[in-house]
């Protein structure tokens, strides 16, 4: 089973920042969180990582809580274009230290 | 682009039909990962080959058959499947299989859809 939960979905208004947020209380120590969506009917595309410290790179901020038991995915300025399938990922820790995908929050950007 | 490719995009095949699947990756990575995406569902990581090795197989039904010739290039072969099998099959590769401690980006190829008539 995934080890984070998220709302199924949210809407957005275009040019407002998004902020799509992540449950992981049973995150272990050393692991990361990862963060990817999927454009419809597309492989699903990389948007950042953190383990403690919040992160920002060209398309996202990451903000994780000081007890890192959730997170905050935020893309400051939303456009149609950003309209996905948001998946908050932290690895299974047992075998290959695998993803586990959850059913994500599938953000509709509004016009 | 990803630096995945993955051929066909789409296919459908009847259920005594055998078909191949393929993936390349160009990006020297050493791990590569069949998932399985059925309509409103997670997606499912069925295999996981590290350095041409198996490493992993999710209870995957035989009828699904991987190939890793090389750490470029997984096969997934088909045959006999059920019309529930039909959905977006997708490759995926990393620098190495995941270790704990170690931040490891997947790369996706865009997938192929598949229906089983």
């Known amino acids: 089973d995934a080890k984070t939960t998220q709302p199924p979905s949210m809407d957005c208004a275009e040019g407002r920042a998004a902020n799509l947020p992540c449950n992981h209380s049973?995150?272990?120590?050393?692991?990361?969180v990862y963060w990817y969506r999927q454009i419809h009917s597309q492989g699903p595309q990389y948007i950042i990582h953190?383990?403690?410290n919040n992160e920002t790179n060209e398309m996202a901020s990451l903000i994780i809580t000081e007890d890192r038991k959730s997170s905050t995915l935020i893309l400051p300025h939303a456009t149609l274009r950003d309209t996905a399938v948001y998946y908050c990922i932290v690895r299974d820790t047992s075998g290959t230290y695998k993803y586990i995908f959850g059913t994500g929050t599938r953000l509709k950007v509004l016009a | 682009e990803t630096g995945v490719t993955q051929t066909p995009r789409h296919l459908v095949m009847g259920m005594t039909n055998k078909k191949s699947l393929k993936c390349e990756q160009h990006l020297g990575h050493n791990a590569m990962y069949w998932y399985k995406q059925s309509a409103k569902k997670p997606l499912e990581l069925m295999f996981v080959y590290s350095l041409e090795e198996r490493v992993e197989n999710n209870s995957v039904p035989s009828r699904f058959s991987p190939e890793c010739p090389n750490s470029s290039h997984l096969f997934l072969h088909l045959h006999t499947l059920q019309p529930e099998d039909s959905a977006l099959y997708l490759c995926?590769?990393?620098?190495?299989?995941?270790?704990?401690?170690?931040?490891?980006?997947?790369?996706f190829g865009p997938g192929t859809r598949l229906t089983v008539l």
């Open positions: 995926a590769s990393s620098q190495e299989v995941d270790r704990p401690i170690n931040y490891n980006e997947q790369f």
């Open positions: 049973t995150i272990s120590g050393n692991e990361y």
């Open positions: 953190g383990l403690k």
